[in-house]
Nanobody
Framework: QVRLVVSWGGLVQAGGSLGLSCTAS????????MGWFRQAPGQERKFVAAINWSDGSTVYADSVKGRFNISRDNAKNTLYLQMNSLKPEDTAVYYCAADRRVVITPEFWEAWGQGTQVTVSS
């Protein structure tokens, strides 16, 4: 059974930093692409960042490029998202996801974590 457990998140002031982690079990983590998505109230779930399993290449949404950093530790089966220079518009529930392919469309991802709230106050 695939399980993705998201940790951390919380409340931070605008301009601050926050880190998220996602620990996976039940799948060959080193052979899976991993991604982060977010969903604000009343909005659809949107792509944030992803990292390929084959070469570690990364892709980011334009809205977070230069501020967020996605990384993975295959030895720990853990995905990370370091968020810097946070803005109020970054407020959302953040989800991690796993799939063998990295695509920006959330519907195609195989497995999802439970989500964690990130709130950025102005």
């Amino acid at each position: 059974q695939v399980r993705l457990v998201v940790s951390w998140g919380g409340l931070v002031q605008a301009g601050g930093s926050l880190g998220l982690s996602c620990t996976a079990s039940g799948l060959p983590f080193s052979r899976y692409g991993m991604g982060w998505f977010r969903q604000a109230p009343g909005q659809e779930r949107k792509f944030v960042a992803a990292i390929n399993w084959s070469d570690g290449s990364t892709v980011y949404a334009d809205s977070v490029k230069g501020r967020f950093n996605i990384s993975r530790d295959n030895a720990k089966n853990t995905l990370y998202l370091q968020m810097n220079s946070l803005k109020p518009e970054d407020t959302a529930v953040y989800y991690c996801a796993a799939d063998r392919r990295v695509v920006i469309t959330p519907e195609f991802w195989e497995a999802w974590g439970q989500g964690t709230q990130v709130t950025v106050s102005s």
